[in-house]
């Protein structure tokens, strides 16, 4: 407990023996904005306990351009505009050298017109909707096209499922993410009454007659599956009525793009076996470095914690950024970011993430199938894939890309070959 | 010299000395933020405080028009942050399109062909409203081109609210707890009503980057802070002058007394549902106006910001700051507002009591939440009753 | 037809290699095992997917090496694991952290490995469904009944033509009646779908006629499946459906678009397009004469296009009478999949002796479901009915006693872990621990705040923040399974259509024993009639020697307690979170504000009144749960402006204004 609140204490120093100084600013200060309370700390806790496991190994591997690194840890509180001001407090008033930071797209986007006024630099760690990119943003989660689209290809080809109920929370993520996905669907020849789409409020309980109707699509001669954006808390009530209905996974396959090891904790998954995750990473995965990592999470925070996606993304932004500031020899947000377009770090899943100009990753795309320990069996991964900022399943991102290195631009039209804008779209 | 005109403010001005003390109070305060600030000063004040400062201002402004409508004329709404939003709500927009409309003006001059104004439209909603998976500007928006039309709004939007609800509810003699909880239902449906995708005002994401001012690209930061800072003051200047006008006469006498005993009013012969949805109306558009000047120096405004629960915030700092004095309603806003950022954002050092740490950030909320069961069990006169005491002992 | 050997000898070689494996070194691999046939498929089987399964099983089944069928069971089932190094395949089983691998052929152990020097070979459900139909001739008469079970839902699952044969000729030896039953239906079903000879085929529709399962109505709706169909004239010897009249049935430009898609008119030149050609022609800074800085309006870039067209430079645009003339000039028409026209009109004639029963049982299910929400607002409401509706007090951490009861729950399941004796214990200790925080609130703070509602209001405001943070700090901001017994879990079914989660039953009978119960205390009992004295007329009451603190007390106590108890029911239907009270706090007020303060029938009412008018509006537009909540708040509140006094309104005395 007291190391616990120990780390959970705002500002956590961690300092090392003397280190020679260079022209760099000792020490080199990181900034982390998770929300620490309200309704988002039961993700985000878990990713600043990530960074502060980071720096703690790169501080006993000697540090940074022979700095120690600090950490500076604000709470804003699962209340987004709050996200601008401690951003702005973190970049002006702790003059932090890089941000690890938000887990909604709302908090990123009350924070991005400050990180762009200012010029500083965030890691942005989770799963989100695309149709973005900033100068000073990396995005270290999956685009669309590296869970979404990869998942529904999964139910095409390999489940020969046929008609879709496309199930989420009312916000933006989902919202965008289904609008692709429809896209996406019917370019593939559903038909529009062949997918059935849902929104729900957040933590919503009352699932019966949604899982009803799910369950009468089947009337339909064929073979259905569930796409789930559902987020946090909701997805307990969800697993109970769908076990409670008894929907198999052979039945019914549902694939969720918010579950991983975090949420399955609060509920019991015997019923929910064989039902499916799709993200870039599960703990399950089976190889040296992975095993390293969760070793050494579980010794940081505890026995019974689990990893999960998210904290992936922080571990290979964090190592990326740190290699790229020994490689540019400075924390300055302009080199590190040149520094940065092409870095390559080993994937925990295996493989190799590299950071493209377009400030996203390439990332494999793993397929999990839940088990009755709350773990996932992979079953499926692919080769990795570039992640791309603007969708090609939207007619008005199609034409658009971002190529910070050689366009300059992160919202480029290729038609009219020309920068829509510099800042980014908030 | 003193003509009937001015005559009676003299006299208002002189019956109250504290709204004086109150401003110069104000001024002062506004002066030495100024001196200290970084756009225009020693810079020993840096720009995120001076917004924090601003937004508080505003924070203050609310909380003196919830302190009419409850201290004085003892309705209990839980329903004035929604006012204050909807003016965030309809600065915002116009905030957000005029940027746009810079934005997309500027890349669509690049083409060969000049666009045409329905190329301009489509290309600005699909910019707003692209992230929620929408190319079509709603309905919502048809006055957002224009400041004018937008400013309009602030105070016609949730001054029309106020006065359609507070005229059902007030016409069928819904009082005390039952209004409250009808406000709080108000406050939900909209909540509910602005999170779905569906309304045009993007959902849960809500209006974003609102600190950068359309036109004023040029101004850095610390000088627009200022400038909102001083607005803040402004308006929390002259809603207070107002306020403090308002409830020092006549009028004042009978809103205080439909509060101490409505029926023995309107026995009187007194048309008590119109004196309160006046007060009703009146705070609200004073709510939104607070609301316009704070959401852009925050920079976003969601639905979150509307919950039910933040206009029940809204009743604690004026219960904590004391009821039916002005004076005190800024007191708690300010105190509890700049004590909850100060506690949350890692101000106050963690207290080992050798067994356990107490953390601030976990345990500030439940300090709070006793702070205010022991004032309203002991110190019902809140933090202004402590000053009263200490002026009038002497 | 395939060769598939019978089970019995499938068993007899597996057998006889056994034996024979004792005698033969086990590395070297027979010609006549199955091994060999395996690495002929080394990739399809390490990585199995859908779209190569089937060649796998057919290579398999036409070599008929022993073994076949034990090996497809257990690749099924992810037993089967693949050595990178020399591709072969082996069985496993574990020992501890490692694993033993097992010879497929010979069935001895080989080698002892570490998990990551063999990979585990998981097929995906798609994969094993194949398999699974590959595997049902074998299986349909397996000794096992739990076997047989699983060939037939392989075969609800997947059918085809080929399962009919041994389908009819296993139901004769079929000696479970369950199983029997059910292998009739799936040879209607498949008979239905796919027999040859229509005699046969016409006769399984018919009796399927009104049946309202899903299978039935799926197998329906696969043979009146229709494609959309554009042409000049209606094609012969298709089997239309219908043709589809242009603005009745379909409107133009739908018709238009269809035409476009099947390549028979030329598509809309859109704003977009006639921009995008208008730039390709810009000749010294003007286009068709047009100068570029005028071209900002829709009538000006018209009149550069029409220049253009005049010098010839583009191709005309369509007119605007074109679109009219190419839809009239051809016909639009729906054309069913299946041929055969008799089997389509019996399917359709069978569908609609469906549709009358179906809408009757969807509005029954919607009745249930309604009915279950009712209850839950009930039990989330009841507790303040008492302390709100009898009382008076406005107790803002009534949502908190509903978390309170919920952890009490997730707490004794920590410890017992059996789910049946956990429950049984969870609901009385629920109970009392929220009955003592009622309690203790009560004599702390709300006694000395009855002359004050309003600030009653504010004070349980602060207890509600302090409690949701409190249980932050302790539980964490994760949430916390609260498990329901097994007894519990699963549905109770009607049929394809009606059919709620016994937990939904189980709170609705929770939801009716509590309205028993309090009706009886209230009406029937001493302390009732002192609680009724008591809000009444304190002073009165306690002239008569009533002591109104002891009952205040109590009755607080009781109205919190029954939070507790529906905190744990809340908890195992739902997620069990520090916000979880808070949810439903402002719904439980409007439930009893609506249903009429004072009297529990009102927030029976109340309840009711809610549920419902969710359910209606949900279905209304399913798509939007979030609409359907606004628009029952807004309903709520035009509700109490017009009726304030709620659904059952006190009258006289007892109303007490």
Redo the contacts between chains.
Sequence with gaps: MTKRTFMASLVATTVLATAPALAQDCPVKVGVLHSLSGTMAISETTLKDTVLMLVEQQNAKGGLLGCPIEAVVVDPASDWPLFAEKARELLTVNEVDVIFGSWTSVSRKSALPVLEELNGLMFYPVQYEGEESSRNVFYTGAAPNQQAIPAVDYFLEELGVESFALLGTDYVYPRTTNNILDAYLKSKGVAAEDIFVNYTPFGHSDWATIVADVVALGAGGKKVGVISTINGDANIGFYKELAAAGVSADDIPVVAFSVGEEELSGLDTTELVGHLAAWNYFQSADTEINAAFVKAWKAYAGENRVTNDPMEAHYIGFNMWVNAVTQAGTTDVDAVREAMWGQKFPNLTGGTAVMLPNHHLTKPVLIGEIRADGQFDIISQTEEVPGDAWTDYLPESAPLTSDWKDLGCGMYNTETKTCVQMTSNY | MSTPEIAPRRRFLAENPSVLWFLGCLALFTLGVTVLSEGFGLALISTSMVKILGMTLCLCLIAVAMDVVWGYCGILSLGHFAFFGLGGYAIGMWLMYARTQGIVVESLSATPIPPTDIEIEKAIASQIFGVVGSNELPWLWGFAHSLTLQLMMVVLVPGLLALVFGWLAFRSRVTGVYLSILTQAMTLALSLYLFQNDTGLRGNNGLSGLQNIPGLDHVPQSALSLWFFWASALALGLGYLVFAWLVSGKFGSVIRAIRDNEARVRFLGYDVESYKLMIFTLTAVVSAIAGALYYPQAGIINPAEIAPIASIYLAVWVAIGGRGRLYGAVIGAAVVSLASSWFTGGGAPNINLGFYTINWTDWWLVLLGLGFVAVTLFFPRGIGGLFDMIVRKP | MRSIPSLARLAATVLALGILSVLRPVVALAQDGLQPILQEYQAEIAKP???TVEKVLSGLMAADRPGTAEFLLRWQD?GVYARPTDGLFFYAEEIGDALRLIDIDSGAAVAEVS??EVSQI????????VIAAALVPFELNAPDPARREAAL?AIA?SGDASQIDPLSQSIETETDPALKQRKERLLTLLTAQFASALPYRLAAIEGLAGDTS?EA??????LT?RVPGVGTALPTGANIANVLEVGTDISEVEAYDRLVSANLAPPRQS?TDR?DV??QH?VDGA?GGVP??L????AA?ARAYEALEAAGTVPPRAAEDEVARAVAAHVFYEVYTEPNPEVTAAAEDALSATSHTLGLYQTL??VL?GL??AS?FFLAAIGLAITFGVMGV?N?AHGEFIMMGAYTGYVVQLFVPDYTVSLIIALPLAFVVTFGAGVAMERL?IR??YT????T???T??????????A??IFG?????L??PDWL???LTLN??V??????VAIFVLALIFLALLLFILKRTRLGLEVRAVTQNPGMAASMGIDPDRINMLTFGLGSGIAGIAGVA?GL?????S?MG??YI?QS??TV?VGGVGNVWGTLAGASLIGFLQ?GI?WFN??????A??YM??F???F???R?KGIVALKGRAAGD
Excluded at chain 3, 477 to 481: C, D, E, I, Y
Excluded at chain 3, 622 to 627: G, Q, V
């Design positions: 997917s859908r779209s992810r998990s990551r998981r097929p995906n459900s798609g994969v094993r469904a839902d699952r899903i109505r799926s197998v329906l709706n696969q499946a704003a921009r208008l730039a810009i286009v570029l800085h071209l900002n309006t829709d870039r299910d919607l479901d279950s929400l839950i406005i803002m703070v000395h705040l004050r509602p309003l600030e209001l504010l004070a405001f602060g207890i509600s923040i302090a409690l949701q943070q409190l932050k700090n901001t994760q949430a916390r399974p498990t329901a879990s699963g549905a394809d259509i059919s709620i989660s016994n937990i939904r809340i239907y739902a997620q069990v979170t916000e808070a949810n402002v007020f409007m504000v359910k949900e399913p798509s939007n749960t979030l609409a909540q606004t708040i807004l709520i509140i035009l109490i402006q017009f304030p």
